[in-house]
């Protein structure tokens, strides 16, 4: 089994990403299961007795979550074992020490999707997230989450990075089975794919509406957002399609392309 870490900007899609990647016999993926204690991680905390250590670090939710998952997984069939946690983008350095091997996947949605997402949680008062949690904060977690993971590819570009594109995989996530496919060196075969189907139909269904921004705000998200380190995320995206994915029928037709076109 090698390590696999899966992190992103908060409301990028980290949670329901590992959830699908958990439809799969050969990957296990916790959730946020050891985010309190990031740089403690090595391989040995994925061993299925340590992950359901009920101690001070795990909610009783959440312990349950965990044995409901490992109940599905059999180890000797287990190729990929980690955790999900949009935190761990700003600790890939220290994961990758103490986990030699291990492979990331960060998540990329657009800024103001992010910003949105942010805002519409800070003004729910049925929700826990802090009322001072609203869009300004997701863009500047935005903003560092695309600068780290750059930051990380530059100072060792051959350390195993993907970056997913939100929209081309929860929007039609058959472009995007190749490219993980290719990276995580695993068939994806008609069950997975079966599966990746409910889980889509479900996602439509539970997605809330969200109030847009307003055009001031919208303003500060545009003079805020740090457009070279998104150009540089897409560009390397686009050219993992060709390292990892199959090609597309033209240039135009390449979620990549589509989004820097857009």
């Not at 519409?120 to 935005?142: C, I, K, M, T, Y």
């Amino acid at each position: 089994m090698r390590p696999l870490f899966v992190a992103g900007c908060q409301r990028s899609g980290t949670t329901a990403f590992a959830d699908y990647l958990n439809q799969h016999q050969q990957i296990l993926l916790c959730r946020e299961r050891y985010r309190h204690m990031p740089r403690k991680i090595t391989p040995s905390f994925f061993a299925f007795e340590r992950i359901l250590q009920h101690d001070e670090e795990v909610t009783e939710r959440r312990r349950e979550y965990h044995v409901k998952l490992l109940k599905k997984k059999d180890p000797a069939k287990l190729k990929w074992i980690g955790d999900k946690a949009p935190r761990y983008v700003r600790l890939m350095k220290v994961l990758l020490k103490n986990n030699p091997g291990a492979r990331f996947i960060v998540l990329h949605r657009p800024v103001e999707e992010i910003a949105e997402s942010f805002e519409a949680r800070a003004r729910d008062p049925q929700d826990h997230w802090p009322s001072q949690n609203g869009f300004e904060l997701g863009v500047r977690n935005w903003n560092r989450a695309l600068r780290l993971t750059r930051e990380f590819l530059e100072d060792a570009p051959n350390r195993e990075v993907l970056i997913v594109d939100y929209h081309d995989f929860f929007r039609g996530n058959e472009a995007c089975i190749s490219l993980i496919s290719g990276f995580l060196e695993l068939e994806f075969d008609e069950t997975v794919r079966e599966a990746w189907k409910r889980i889509s139909l479900r996602f439509k269904r539970k997605r809330r509406p969200k109030e847009p921004l307003s055009e001031e705000q919208r303003s500060f998200v545009e003079a805020n957002k740090d457009l070279a380190a998104e150009k540089w995320i897409l560009d390397l995206l686009g050219r993992q399609y060709d390292e990892f994915g199959k090609s597309f029928a033209g240039q135009s037709d390449r979620p990549a392309d589509r989004q820097r076109a857009g």
